[in-house]
Structure formats: structure tokens, C-alpha cells
């Protein structure tokens, strides 16, 4: 299948999302054709570059990569530093262009490199994870995680192209492919009902990898990603269709102290949660809440919620960034494809179904 090419608009200029079979083999006739040069430093992980390194051996980079870890607690400013101090050592100015190879880590984090070195030099996203694929490679949010919470620290800086290959999906242990599915369960819910019976219709093959089953839910994830932070780069209005099950996901996340759920996971408990309020409200058809949760069940297992504390969980969503001077903007779905924002959700409706996901008192 030939790759999907699809633009995205943001305020520091437009900008492609390849996603094929392959793409990262042409990367540096992309690169050249983006006018993206002359200098590429790229920057990874030790993980992933050992999986994926001699693939970008002819993506006219420089030979060494600078390699950073990944994992989320070492996404801060420490590391940042680290990926400053090797675009300083290799003396890269602002023609210079950062490639950043990884999961959602590597890319917000040299994401956040990118921007604040000399006020901001280009940035490119080959995303490896499932999740930054369909999700964090897009849009331009970027940034680390501060001692008292989760990217507290971070700007807006729009790639200068992303490339989603998803052959390197290969390697991906199955948890991390599969939380990147909860992502793509969600962008059914939100917009286009079609990538649910996708899913539905295709799993076997999607676990197995198949690019011919996997490029196509890529591409779709994109697209509405795209679109939408395309309408509102800035999360004033519609982005926040995004958030769709990610109220109650992130306070599960912040109730375990990032250590339990892999986001895609808290996600999967999150939109139920959404459904179901929705449904206790009469907004959201029953019949969609069973068909998500059967998707979900599906999927496989999902991590323990028995011992949280719902207190603790509904404190966490007053911290919440989605709560704006005050008022929680919940996003609830209307009908398979359609949503729409709820303002008035009680701690009572949420405490109610964080018992019924099976939460603690
Ligand atoms: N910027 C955004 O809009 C946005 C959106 C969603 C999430 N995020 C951020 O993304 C991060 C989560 O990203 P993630 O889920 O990709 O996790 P991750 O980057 O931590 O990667 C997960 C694990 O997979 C490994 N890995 C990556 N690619 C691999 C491959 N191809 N084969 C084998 N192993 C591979 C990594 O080494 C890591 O151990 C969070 O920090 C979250 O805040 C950002
Ligand atoms: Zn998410």
C-alpha cells in the first residue's frame, strides 16, 4: 500500500504526517524534499536504537546519534540537559534539525530540546511506540515531567514532519502495542465510529502486527489527530474532544504515581467511566457503553483498580489541567462518532462511577 501523506496546519507553519509501510526507508529523501538539512542530529534511546539504528543508516544523519533513556522518570529536565549538551558539543545552530526516534518520551522530551535550544530549532518525530504514532508525534505539545507532576513543564512546538512507520511496531513489547490501541478505541468513540469495527473486525491480525492491518488504523488515528489540532492547535475548543475518557485516566495514573497503568490503559478505564456517566445521564446510548467494553475486554486484561482509593482518585481530577478557572470540561459521547462537553459532572456522578469500575471507597 502506498503511504498516507496528510497535512497538518499549525502557527509556525504547515507540516506532513507520512504513515506507511516502510517510510522510514525514505527518510532522507523526505528530509531532503522538506528542505530539512543540511545538518540531522538524531536522538533516541539505547532501547530503541539497538531494535532500530541500522534502518537509519542512509537517513543522512549524522553517524552518531546522541541516546538518551527513556522511561517516564526520565523524562525531565535532567535529561533535557543531556540533549542540550550534546547539540552544543556538536555545535548545532539553527539550521541544525533534531530527529527524534522513540516512543512519547523521546519525543516530548526532544520535543522540548528542540524548542528551547537557541529559542528553538526544527524538530522531526519518527515515532516507534503505537501511541506516539497515532498520538503524541502530532500536534506539537512537548515537554517533561516535573518532582510534583506530569508534564508540568514543557511549550508548544510544532514538528517539522513526522514519519509513522509502523514495521517498527515489530519489537514492541504487546502491553505497549496494546495501550496504543485504547488511543485508537477513542478516536472511534470521538469521530469515526468505522475504526471500531476496524478493530473489531481485524484484531488478530493487528496483534500479529500486520502492517496491512496496523497502517490503516495509523493513518486513520492521524488524520483525526491531525485535524483537530489542526482547527485548534492550542486546546481552546475542539482538542478537547481529545480528552474523551483521559478525566478519569489521568487520575488513575496520578492515584498509582505513574507506576501502575501505561496511559493507554488508565485511557480504556477512563472512557468507560465517560460512557457510563453518560449514560447515567441519558446523553450517551447504553448500547455504546457495552460495545467499548467488550472492545476493551477484547483487548485483554486490564491492571487492577480494587485497592485505589476513589477519594484519591477524585482529588487528583481537581488538579487536573482539563479543570479550566474552576469548572471540569467533561467530554461525553452522544452517539458512536459524536460528543459533547458536559460542565456540570458532580464529584457524586464521578465518585459513583469509580465505584462501579470497582474502585474503593
Ligand atoms: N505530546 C503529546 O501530545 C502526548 C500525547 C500522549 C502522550 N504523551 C506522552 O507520551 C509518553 C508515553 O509514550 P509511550 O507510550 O510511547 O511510552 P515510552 O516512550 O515510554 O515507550 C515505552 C517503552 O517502549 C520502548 N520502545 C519504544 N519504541 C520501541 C520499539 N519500536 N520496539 C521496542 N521497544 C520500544 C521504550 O524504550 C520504552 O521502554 C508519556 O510521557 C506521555 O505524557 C504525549
Ligand atoms: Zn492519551
Redesign the pocket.
Known amino acids: 500500500m502506498p503511504p498516507t501523506r496528510i497535512g497538518v496546519t499549525a502557527a509556525a507553519g504547515a507540516y506532513s504526517v507520512l504513515v506507511g509501510e516502510r517510510t522510514i526507508d525514505t527518510l532522507a529523501r523526505e528530509l531532503d524534499d522538506a528542505r530539512l538539512g543540511p545538518r540531522r542530529i538524531i536522538v533516541s534511546?539505547p532501547?530503541?536504537w539497538d531494535?532500530?539504528g541500522p534502518r537509519f543508516r542512509k537517513a543522512g544523519a549524522e553517524r552518531t546519534p546522541v541516546l538518551v533513556e527513556?522511561?517516564?522518570r526520565h523524562?525531565n529536565l535532567t535529561t533535557v540537559s543531556r540533549v542540550h549538551d550534546a547539540l552544543v558539543k556538536a555545535k548545532a545552530d539553527r539550521s541544525t534539525v533534531v530527529i527524534a526516534v522513540?516512543?512519547?518520551?523521546?519525543?516530548?522530551l526532544v520535543g522540548f530540546a528542540a524548542a528551547t535550544y537557541l529559542r528553538g530549532i526544527r524538530v522531526v518525530h519518527v515515532p516507534?511506540?503505537l501511541?506516539?504514532q497515532v498520538?503524541?508525534a502530532i500536534?506539537g505539545?512537548?515537554g517533561v515531567n516535573h518532582a510534583l507532576g506530569?508534564?508540568l513543564i514543557g511549550s508548544f512546538h510544532a514538528p517539522s514532519l513526522v514519519v509513522a512507520d509502523p514495521t517498527?511496531?515489530d519489537?514492541?513489547?504487546r502491553r505497549?502495542f496494546r495501550?496504543g490501541l485504547y488511543e485508537v478505541i477513542k478516536y472511534g468513540v470521538i469521530t469515526e465510529p468505522a475504526l471500531l469495527d476496524r478493530v473489531r473486525s481485524t484484531l488478530p491480525a493487528i496483534f500479529a502486527r500486520d502492517p496491512v492491518a496496523v497502517a490503516p488504523l495509523v493513518a486513520a488515528s492521524c488524520r483525526i489527530k491531525a485535524h483537530v489540532v489542526s482547527a485548534d492547535e492550542r486546546e481552546s475548543g475542539l482538542r478537547r474532544i481529545l480528552n474523551f475518557g483521559h478525566t478519569v485516566g489521568h487520575a488513575l495514573e496520578a492515584a498509582t504515581n505513574y507506576k501502575r497503568f501505561?496511559?493507554g490503559e488508565a485511557v480504556g478505564y477512563g472512557m468507560l467511566a465517560a460512557l457510563s456517566i453518560g449514560v447515567a445521564r441519558g446523553v450517551t446510548p447504553a448500547s455504546l457503553y457495552d460495545e467499548v467494553l467488550d472492545l476493551i475486554t477484547h483487548l485483554g486484561p486490564l491492571p487492577p483498580v480494587s485497592d485505589i482509593s476513589s477519594k484519591e482518585a477524585l482529588a487528583a481530577i481537581g488538579r487536573d489541567k482539563k479543570v479550566v478557572a474552576g469548572t471540569l470540561h467533561f467530554v461525553a459521547a452522544t452517539k458512536r462518532g459524536e460528543t459533547t462537553t458536559l460542565t456540570d459532572v458532580s464529584a457524586k456522578e464521578i465518585r459513583t462511577v469509580l465505584k462501579q469500575l470497582g474502585l474503593r471507597a
Do not use: M, W
Not at 522513540?102 to 516530548?108: F, K, M
Open positions: 534511546s532501547r530503541v531494535f532500530h527513556d522511561g517516564e523524562k522513540g516512543g512519547g518520551v523521546i519525543g516530548d516507534t511506540t501511541l506516539a498520538d503524541s500536534g505539545k512537548t506530569k508534564n517498527v511496531l519489537t514492541l513489547p505497549e495501550a501505561r496511559h
